[in-house]
């Protein structure tokens, strides 16, 4: 029985005001967490500090952007988001399918 692999591509909006780690380093922790969930992350990129079009908050009215492009069983989606939930550091998680 062959497993079907699914490509991601999730998209954070990344939270660092009280926190002393950098953006490298959180998507290096999001990486391994991707890793042990079973998916593999094929590609990142950093997108930088971005405006919010509307600001819930006017204390957090931006915030860093950033990409990981990811391959995997078709419950890695699910079971990052679920891992990741608690971590201050993200405040966004989106996800596409590919």
């Known amino acids: 029985m062959s ?15 009280d926190s002393e780690d950098d953006v ?3 998507l290096e922790d999001i990486k391994e967490t ?10 990142s990129e950093e997108l930088g500090m971005r405006d919010f079009a509307r600001a819930a908050d006017r204390r957090f009215a931006q ?3 950033a ?7 078709g419950s890695v989606d699910h079971d ?4 990741l939930e608690h971590d ?6 989106f996800v596409e399918t590919a």
């Open 3 to 17: 497993v079907t692999t699914n490509q991601y591509k999730f998209s954070f909006i990344l939270d660092l005001r």
């Open 63 to 65: 915030g860093h952007y």
């Open 24 to 26: 490298a380093k959180v």
């Open 34 to 43: 991707i890793a042990a969930v079973g998916g593999e992350a094929t590609d």
């Open 88 to 93: 201050k550091r993200i405040n966004r998680i």
């Open 80 to 83: 990052l988001k679920v891992k």
């Open 67 to 73: 990409t990981i492009d990811v391959s995997g069983p």
